[in-house]
């Protein structure tokens, strides 16, 4: 099985249709993948869906299933981290420049010895120089 660190922004892509892209329905259709993501995935997915409702591009109920189909079947949330893992998170983001969120990525993928998948140049040049497999999913 080929787990895969995915992030909101690839969600979003899932979900939203102005996010809609090539690579991110390829991802999603990989053989064989197992979509992970930390623990704070699942407060960006709720808060950019939550956005997108406000903003009419998307309603409540489109919404509120969504998340049910991501977080039911689709991505597994990694548990909550304790103290080392915080800490750990904190050194990725010191290192390669990333917000601490951004780092919570690249710090599961890392862990897990995963490929990282984003939509966002910053964090996927980051997985790259740490010699992560990646998933460009712009």
């Known amino acids: 099985m080929n787990r895969v660190v995915i992030d909101a922004s ?6 939203l249709a102005t996010q809609t892209t090539q690579a991110a329905d390829a991802l999603r259709a990989l053989a064989n993948a197992d979509f992970v993501a930390p623990y704070i995935f699942g407060f960006e997915l709720r808060s950019g869906l ?3 409702e406000r903003q009419n591009r998307l309603s409540g109920a489109a919404a509120d299933l969504a998340i049910a189909d991501l977080l039911g079947a689709v991505v597994r949330l990694d548990d909550p981290p304790g103290a080392e ?12 420049g990333l917000s601490y ?3 919570c ?12 998948a984003s939509r966002d140049a910053a964090l996927i040049a980051a997985a790259d120089k740490a010699g992560l497999q990646t998933y460009d999913a712009r």
Do not use: N, P
């Open 10 to 15: 690839v969600a979003f892509s899932w979900i």
């Open 50 to 52: 939550l956005r997108a």
């Open 85 to 96: 893992g915080l800490e750990a998170v904190l050194s990725a983001a010191r290192t390669h």
């Open 101 to 103: 969120y951004d780092a």
């Open 105 to 116: 990525y690249l710090e599961l993928a890392q862990r897990l010895d995963g490929a990282l």
